[in-house]
């Protein structure tokens, strides 16, 4: 006999949430409970109100299964970006873009250069924390011996630190988005490119102008940091070619996956030929991260990087979160939200800025970069599919309202990290990290013109050129 299924009312549609919000709130952001702990509660919640609507367990676990089914394509991009990171690093690639990207710096311009190395370094890298914790640190110092405002200095290193994880493919966020939006990795940040791109050029031009009112004379010791890296590794114009074959996939829009994986074994032949690396530790390094032994503690740091290992946090989070995600999608309850939510938006402008403001309320609550993706992701694809809009579009918007706005928000971990690394107090940066706080305004004109808007040309938008 077949289950009789009750439809939910919005109350009951809502509850689920409105737990996780105070679960989140309550567990993750004040008392500092792990994310999936918090989520597989959520998920509890949301698999009484199924029970109680008629579901079974089976019928919920189908749920589950295939929400994580849809995603598993992405989520082993994700994992294996971790082996990409780590044999480029082995490799010298990711050491020598870092350093001539310490060659443009320019003491006269210091707020414009400081933004663009950190961009360099953190598109080189795909993280922010490792930009700002070694070279942001190093741009700091020179901002005191040239006597620029630290909320300015500060401002200018969180914007190019974030700029690059926000674009850069070895960036976890950068991989996630579009995972959770079941998009294609390198249309995504092609796509990103509309909002990120303004947004990171109105920095610059604030920057310039307020750069040009002074004279700095100092030139800034950067010095270890690039005999560092001329010391650890041999530099030759063939650590090129992991790019090229990555961007030479893009161009040809062909499938991530096996682009990431030859990427990841020319690196590791280059490591051996160039590095004189054994095999044994390139092989380690792409599980368990590449470890470094230069004997400059800040290089260290920002080059201990990468390995599939170090993408399972991520991973298991994104876990949990589709568990939640399949029962609330696979019981009706997500579809009552979004009738009642849809009923109020008639426009793509109503929708994108639905978006933001979820993501960004996310950010605010959670404080986690992760969450403010996922939960606007997963509460929104099933709208952005119906309105025949990409994926893409989706994707997008919770980097745009999410990723970037973290570091922001003085209670999250960014804000923390950037605060007491950079020795300024996030309400002091904020002003000055410019692309951070108008990435999602950008998205609100690209919803309100259309322009930038992309339509669904094919179901499986994970595929390239989508």
Known sequence: MEAIHRRPTLGEALTPLIAMGLFLGLGYAWQGFRIEVVLLASAAVA????????????????????????????????????????????????????????????????????????????ISTGTSWGTVGTVGVALIGVAQGLGVPMGAAAGAVVSGAYFGDKLSPFSDTTNLAPVVA?????????????????????????????????NPTVMPD?????????????????????????????????PTLPGILLASLVAAILALIFQGAPLREVMEATILGYQPATGIVDLDSLLARGGMMAMMDV???????????????????????????????????????????????????????????????????????????AAKNLSRTTEDSGTVVVPLIPWSAAGVFMAATLGVPTIEYL????????????????????????????????????
């Open 315 to 389: 991973t298991l989070i994104v876990f949990c979160a589709f568990g939640f995600a399949g029962i609330m999608s696979g019981c009706g309850i997500l579809d009552r939200i979004l009738e009642a939510l849809m009923s109020r938006v008639k426009h793509t402008f109503g929708l994108i800025a639905s978006t933001v403001a979820t993501g960004v309320t996310t950010a605010f609550v959670t404080g986690s970069s992760y969450l403010s993706i996922i939960v606007p992701g997963e509460l929104f694809a099933p709208a952005f599919r119906e309105r025949g809009l």
């Open 47 to 122: 698999g009484f109100i199924a029970r109680r609507l008629g579901y079974s367990w089976k019928e919920m676990e189908q749920g589950i299964v295939s929400s994580l089914s849809k995603a598993m394509p992405a989520m082993l991009i994700l994992i294996t970006v971790g082996a990409l990171i780590a044999s480029w690093i082995a490799a010298g690639t990711i050491p020598m873009l870092i350093w001539y990207g310490l060659q443009l710096i320019s003491p006269k311009l210091y707020l414009v250069t400081a933004c663009v190395i950190c961009s360099i370094v953190s």
């Open 182 to 214: 079941r998009a294609n990795l390198f249309d995504h940040i092609r796509w990103m490119l509309w909002t990120t791109f303004p947004a990171w050029t109105l920095g610059l031009i604030v920057y310039l102008i307020v750069g040009l009112g002074s």
């Open 431 to 466: 002003p000055w990290a410019v692309m951070n706080y108008t990435g999602f305004i950008f998205a609100l004109i690209c919803g309100a013109t259309g322009i930038g808007i992309a339509q669904k040309i094919r179901d499986d938008e994970t595929l390239p050129g989508s």
């Open 222 to 254: 950067i010095g270890p940091l690039q005999n560092g890296l001329r010391d650890a590794f041999r530099f030759n114009i063939l650590l090129l070619l992991p790019l090229v074959v990555i961007l030479w996939f893009a161009a040809r829009k062909l």
